[in-house]
């Protein structure tokens, strides 16, 4: 890609992006005709996630980035500044459960601590990374994959399974701290311009549930590319899923 065209385009960065629902966030922005760096752990995956989404015409280069690993985050930002020299739009999509059960009283705390990892340092770390880049462009975007699940209200409303999940204290918690994390961004950020934003997919198949799930990834990735693609006066620090505005 020629300089000009890179300053041409939007720069995209989704992290976990080889399948599920990242693999088509990363479709729906390239369709866009942005840039989109598809953030993955596994080389051969992340490779062949890059090479489907060109053979679909998307202009998708690989980052190797794995959201636990400070160096790995650290290498992950240097790329896309050597790339495009800026970011517009970061989604933080990597996410695992920890694997079930959970039940509060039998899980272990390295359970805990490994989708924590993940599912809230590691946005924190990518964000803090890649924000030098996002401060460079005209319309920076940011949006955080979370869950209904991460809703205390949904938590503590029903019983339905498919609304609030199974009971687990490490996955829906983590999405919990995720969300208040995120308000804790926006209110930082509020006079800079960057957006930040919640999503929240829908129950959707994928690899993450075995793929009981009642969505395509498809469709679980609309409210993100919606969330990327907010004009300058759209929301910060909200948390919505195709039907609006989720309660906390
Ligand atoms: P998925 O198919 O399992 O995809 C998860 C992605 O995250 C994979 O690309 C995985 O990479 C990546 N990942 C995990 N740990 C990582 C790490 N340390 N560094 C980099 N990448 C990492 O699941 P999904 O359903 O598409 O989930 C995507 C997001 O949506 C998650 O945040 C999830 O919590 C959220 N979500 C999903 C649902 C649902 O019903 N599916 C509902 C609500 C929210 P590997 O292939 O290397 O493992």
Do not use: H
Not at 79 to 93: H, I, K, P, S, T
Not at 211 to 224: C, K, L, N, S
């Amino acid at each position: 890609m020629t300089e000009q065209r890179t300053q041409e385009k939007t720069i995209a960065l989704v992290t976990g992006a080889n399948k599920g629902i990242g693999y088509e966030i990363a479709a729906g922005l390239g369709a866009l005709g942005w840039s989109v760096g598809v953030g993955a752990r596994d080389d051969g995956r992340r490779e062949a996630a890059v090479e489907k989404l060109r053979a679909a015409g998307v202009d998708a280069f690989g980052v190797p980035l794995d959201v636990t690993d400070d160096a790995s985050v650290a290498a992950a930002a240097r790329l896309v500044e050597q790339r495009a020299g800026r970011l517009d739009v970061l989604v933080n999509n990597a996410g695992v459960t920890g694997g079930m059960p959970q039940e509060p009283t039998q899980v272990s705390l390295e359970q805990v601590r490994a989708v924590v990892e993940t599912n809230v340092l590691g946005v924190i770390r990518v964000t803090n990374a890649v924000l030098p880049l996002l401060r460079r462009s005209a319309s920076p975007r940011i949006v955080n994959m979370s869950s209904g699940v991460g809703s205390l209200t949904r938590q503590s409303a029903t019983t339905d399974e498919l609304s609030t999940g199974p009971i687990s204290v490490a996955y829906s918690p983590s999405k919990t701290f995720l969300n208040a994390v995120t308000v804790q961004y926006a209110k930082e950020l509020r006079d800079t311009g960057i957006l930040i934003n919640l999503a929240c997919p829908g129950f959707v198949a994928t690899d993450l549930n075995g793929f009981r799930g009642v969505r395509t990834p498809e469709q679980g990735a609309a409210i993100a590319i919606r969330l990327a693609t907010l004009p300058d006066d759209g929301p910060t620090g909200g948390y919505f899923e195709d039907a609006g505005v989720i309660p906390w």
